[in-house]
């Protein structure tokens, strides 16, 4: 009988010191000596070395393999101090499933140009680097919707096709439908509203699109946004089920991916933290901040990446801004019924990226929306649908949008929210 395959993770975790095991992956390193042949191979799981003598039948075999080749190695599992995660392989049987040609990628990260390894993403992702990200997005992503799930929230799926925006003109992808023009979704919202009707609390996971010429940390053209919408509810609600979300998603990540986030020196210490309520400061609280620290801003005025940045500094974990003025933020937004200037809407930010999440309670009366509309200079033949959600059985409700690349280039610590996804798409960059 064939022996079972083994993850390499396995053999790391101690479960086989000694024992003969099969294990089935790709050369991720190779390196001789006249004596030996050290081969480093890597599986979904993790990394081993593999050692191949020079009186072992195989030896031509492992001189042969090369890098990026998948191979099928069984062999005995010795602790060895030496090699990297404590264990190795001696190998008594090497079989190459496929030989791979000469790999571009020779070193790596912080050897090879950040550009070079951008065009060759598609090899990339098979970094140790990579791999950890992606399983990590892969536990944030179940936690996002364990959380909503345990909430009572319906998963639902939005359109990508749209033919209004949600979120203003100037950062909206038109293409050609059947000789028509439409848009590439930039949220979900309006769809998510009308859905409320039908099942009260509703959410999803799908991607937006943004026309964005930003070439910032914290822009992609196409990113995975998080958005919940639900019935019967205000701005104390909507900051409470955000700060559980958020405060959940980071406390399972940390228990579930300790081994990921260590090797990508993450501060885990930064996640623990996060414990609700967050704080929360209206907006012209933090325009009198930054006064006092010698920002030029003023009431009126959106915050930009500075602004939030040097806001965020102060806080040094997430926190909200509230009741902005209403000509910042978008058409669909309430405004508090004693001071119609503020705005029913709130950001999350987070230190070093700023805004995370924007959310509010949706203006639910017709007359007001169509004012607002019209404030925006939006057609209201455009929107007919959505006034229609103000004609029949309007209720208060609310909801908010979260970047994941946003919160796991914070809950990382990278560099850059291009790695916080395996295909980044932003203003120069869409190839592979
Ligand atoms: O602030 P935004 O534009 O809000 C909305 O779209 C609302 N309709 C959401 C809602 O209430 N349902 O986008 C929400 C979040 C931002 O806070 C940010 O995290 C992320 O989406 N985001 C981007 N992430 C990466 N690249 C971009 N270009 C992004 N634009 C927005
Ligand atoms: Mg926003």
């Known amino acids: 009988m064939p022996m079972p395959i083994i993850a390499i993770q396995e053999i790391l975790d101690g479960k086989s010191k000694g024992e003969s095991v099969t294990i089935r992956g790709w050369i991720h390193r190779k390196r001789e000596s006249k004596q030996t042949i050290f081969l480093i191979v890597r599986d979904a799981s993790s990394v081993i070395q593999c050692t191949v003598k020079r009186d072992n039948p195989f030896w031509t075999q492992a ?255 997430p926190f909200f801004i509230y009741a902005y003025p209403r000509q910042i933020k978008a058409f669909y937004c309430k405004t508090y019924r004693d001071n119609p200037d503020l705005a029913m809407s709130t950001d999350m930010l987070v230190p070093r990226i700023g805004e995370i999440s924007t959310g509010g309670v949706r203006e639910d009366d017709k007359e007001e929306l169509l004012k607002r509309l019209k404030e925006f200079g939006l057609r209201e033949e455009d929107y007919d649908w959505y006034i229609d959600l103000r004609r029949y059985g309007t209720v208060p409700h609310v909801g908010f949008g979260l970047g994941v690349e946003r919160l796991l280039t914070w809950m990382l610590d990278l560099e850059n929210i291009i790695d916080a996804i395996p295909f980044p798409r932003t203003i120069r960059r869409f190839y592979p």
């Open 63 to 317: 001189k042969k393999v090369t890098k990026e080749s998948p191979v099928m190695i069984k062999g005995t599992v010795k602790q060895d101090k030496r090699a990297t995660g404590g264990y190795e392989i001696a190998v008594e049987r090497l079989s190459i499933i496929g030989l791979a040609e000469t790999f571009p990628i020779t070193k790596g990260k912080g050897e090879e140009t950040e550009k070079f390894l951008r065009d060759n993403r598609h090899l990339w992702l098979r970094s140790r680097r990579m791999n950890w990200i992606m399983r990590v997005r892969s536990e944030v992503l179940r936690f996002i919707h364990e959380f909503f799930r345990k909430e009572g929230f319906i998963e639902v799926s939005p359109p990508m096709f749209i033919s209004s925006a949600c979120e203003g003109g100037a950062t909206l992808f038109g293409l050609k439908y059947f000789g028509k023009d439409l848009y590439l979704t930039q949220s979900a919202q309006l769809y998510l509203e009308a859905l409320i009707y039908s099942l009260e609390k509703v959410y999803c996971v799908a991607p937006s699109f943004r026309a964005e010429k930003s070439r910032t940390i914290r822009h992609l053209t196409e990113y995975w946004h998080v958005e919940p919408e639900w019935a019967f509810a205000g701005m104390d609600d909507l900051m409470r089920v955000e700060e559980d979300l958020v405060s959940y998603v980071c406390q399972k990540t940390v228990e579930n991916c300790r081994r990921e986030m260590k090797s990508l020196g993450a501060d885990t210490s930064k996640l623990i933290a996060v414990k609700t309520p967050f704080p929360r400061i209206k907006y012209t609280e933090a325009i009198e901040r930054l006064n006092a620290k010698d920002f030029k801003i003023r009431w009126g005025e959106d915050l930009g990446f500075d602004e939030e940045k040097a806001l965020a500094e102060e806080f040094d974990k």
